[in-house]
């Protein structure tokens, strides 16, 4: 009977949510600043994104209420770029700005905020990352103005090791990556958690390389066969996964793949039919997840003619509608306000948005490249090949204390 009941009275908040969305502030208009590559060595990544926040806002507005409008805005993957597309969306009028591709440049958004809002009071602005995982961003530099809808690099990790933790094959571990903020802290956290969880494995390489730089992998993919590594860890994303890959596979490189990113737009077809059981990727989605995730991602394809691989979106859009209608406005502080502490809906279940960090709590996902089949049945990117789903995490496996000192206005 209470279970009964308890289902029944979180079944009516959550028609109450539905109906405050469909009133809460119908007509008004919430702009959001994108502030990510339209040019450059990662455009591919940052165009595929800005059309996957673009549909999902035309989807979240078509429920009614608050409608929602997206504005690009060309950072060319670089953190002074990022200050400066800042500044122009913000004497635009922008109260709400999005940033993912790069630490670097979410490091330099968030002081560029945090200075912003101390000076300017009643022109508040909040920063929405979806993509930008050093936890430093929820730690030592945590913000009220700050949220992040993407697990950051230390929680993949923790779900990246336990699944690595059941492979008894794996035991000798390359770690490389991309020198800048998130390469580094994956090398970090890679090395800490290996041997917390597996101490038996052995790390016989960690090197980093610059980023958006390199247009040859093979004279590191000669150090990784040189090592004896059987498996990789990388962070790696966009064209330096994708230049990664090739080259291993050009090298015929015998290895396991833990990645972070191998499903972002372009690096399927780098993969191709190789690699198969031999590269895996941990995020809060996979290729064939069914439901509401699927649904977009079908929309998205039929639209776009792209592959949808940014699903950190759609939780960002799920709980901004709920922050406003929790709100009842969409004046940034107080969706801001409300957001703290907020579980909603998502394609993926319950996520949470946790008050003391901003840090979303969320399943994760580990997934294997394989050959479509009837129940793995997503073609991405036209490679006749899938990712399928190995094992889900939910939110407590890769959950991570914070260190972080949050200040109120």
């Known amino acids: 009977m209470a279970t009964r009941r308890s289902w029944s009275l979180a079944m009516g908040a959550a028609l109450l949510l539905q109906a405050g969305l469909a009133c809460a502030q119908a007509g008004e208009t919430v702009k959001i600043a994108f502030i990510d590559p339209q040019s450059g060595p990662f455009a591919n990544i940052g165009q595929n994104i800005l059309r996957t926040f673009q549909l999902a806002a035309e989807r979240a507005s078509a429920k009614g209420g608050v409608k929602y409008e997206v504005v690009a805005f060309d950072n060319k993957a670089s953190p002074q770029e990022s200050l400066n597309v800042l500044k122009a969306a913000i004497d635009q009028g922008f109260r709400y700005v999005a940033q993912g591709n790069g630490s670097g440049a979410a490091a330099a958004i968030l002081d560029a905020v945090n200075k912003h809002n101390e000076r300017n009071p009643g022109k508040e602005v909040v920063f929405f990352n979806y993509a930008a995982v050093d936890p430093d961003l929820t730690n030592a530099k945590c913000s009220f103005w700050h949220f992040r809808f993407d697990a950051d690099t230390s929680m993949k990790m923790e779900a990246m090791?336990?699944?690595?933790?059941?492979?008894?094959?794996?035991?000798?571990?390359?770690?490389?990556?991309?020198?800048?903020?998130?390469?580094?802290?994956?090398?970090?956290?890679?090395?800490?958690?290996?041997?917390?969880?597996?101490?038996?494995?052995?790390?016989?390489?960690?090197?980093?390389?610059?980023?958006?730089?390199?247009?040859?992998?093979?004279?590191?993919?000669?150090?990784?066969?040189?090592?004896?590594?059987?498996?990789?860890?990388?962070?790696?994303?966009?064209?330096?996964?994708?230049?990664?890959?090739?080259?291993?596979?050009?090298?015929?490189?015998?290895?396991?793949?833990?990645?972070?990113?191998?499903?972002?737009?372009?690096?399927?077809?780098?993969?191709?039919?190789?690699?198969?059981?031999?590269?895996?990727?941990?995020?809060?989605?996979?290729?064939?997840?069914?439901?509401?995730?699927?649904?977009?991602?079908?929309?998205?394809?039929?639209?776009?003619?792209?592959?949808?691989?940014?699903?950190?979106?759609?939780?960002?859009?799920?709980?901004?509608?709920?922050?406003?209608?929790?709100?009842?406005?969409?004046?940034?502080?107080?969706?801001?306000?409300?957001?703290?502490?907020?579980?909603?809906?998502?394609?993926?279940?319950?996520?949470?948005?946790?008050?003391?960090?901003?840090?979303?709590?969320?399943?994760?996902?580990?997934?294997?490249?394989?050959?479509?089949?009837?129940?793995?049945?997503y073609n991405v990117e036209g490679t006749g090949n899938t990712f399928a789903l190995t094992k889900m995490y939910p939110s407590y496996v890769s959950a991570t204390p914070t260190s972080c000192q949050m200040k109120r206005p």
């Open 161 to 377: 090791v336990t699944a690595m933790s059941e492979d008894p094959t794996v035991k000798k571990v390359y770690i490389i990556g991309q020198n800048y903020a998130h390469g580094q802290q994956v090398s970090r956290y890679a090395k800490e958690v290996i041997a917390r969880k597996t101490p038996a494995v052995q790390v016989v390489g960690d090197e980093l390389h610059p980023l958006g730089q390199v247009k040859d992998f093979a004279p590191y993919i000669a150090k990784i066969k040189q090592s004896g590594a059987d498996t990789v860890i990388t962070g790696n994303w966009g064209q330096d996964l994708a230049l990664l890959v090739k080259a291993a596979k050009d090298a015929g490189l015998d290895a396991k793949w833990y990645t972070y990113y191998a499903g972002a737009q372009g690096t399927p077809v780098a993969i191709g039919n190789s690699l198969a059981g031999k590269i895996t990727t941990v995020y809060g989605s996979y290729s064939n997840l069914p439901g509401e995730y699927s649904q977009f991602r079908d929309a998205f394809h039929e639209k776009y003619k792209q592959d949808f691989s940014t699903s950190t979106v759609l939780h960002l859009f799920a709980t901004l509608q709920g922050a406003i209608a929790k709100a009842k406005s969409t004046d940034p502080v107080k969706v801001a306000r409300a957001m703290e502490g907020l579980t909603v809906r998502s394609y993926a279940g319950d996520i949470t948005m946790r008050a003391s960090d901003h840090q979303l709590q969320q399943p994760l996902f580990f997934a294997t490249w394989q050959k479509v089949d009837a129940k793995q049945n």
